[in-house]
């Protein structure tokens, strides 16, 4: 079975200098496409029905 649906991705971050060359930067993603599953098995066992989730990437650096 193949379905196609719209979703969206939101995405957005910053990174900051902390002292000379040391950088620290933070990501944040939200991904949804909703009711695609959630008709059978473990999704319908939880209630599920958006694929998709929050995602948060913390970084840390250096520059020459």
Do not use: H
């Not at 944040?28 to 209630?47: E, H, L, M, P």
């Not at 694929?51 to 948060?56: C, D, K, M, N």
Request: glycine content about 20%; hydrophobic content about 40%.
């Amino acid at each position: 079975m193949s379905q196609n649906k719209a979703g969206y991705t939101a995405f957005g971050g910053v990174e900051v200098g902390i002292v000379k060359g040391l950088m620290a930067g933070a990501e944040a993603q939200y991904r949804s496409v909703k009711n695609v599953i959630g008709t059978g098995g473990v999704s319908q066992d939880f209630g599920e029905k958006d694929l998709g989730g929050f995602t948060v990437r913390v970084l840390f650096g250096y520059r020459r």
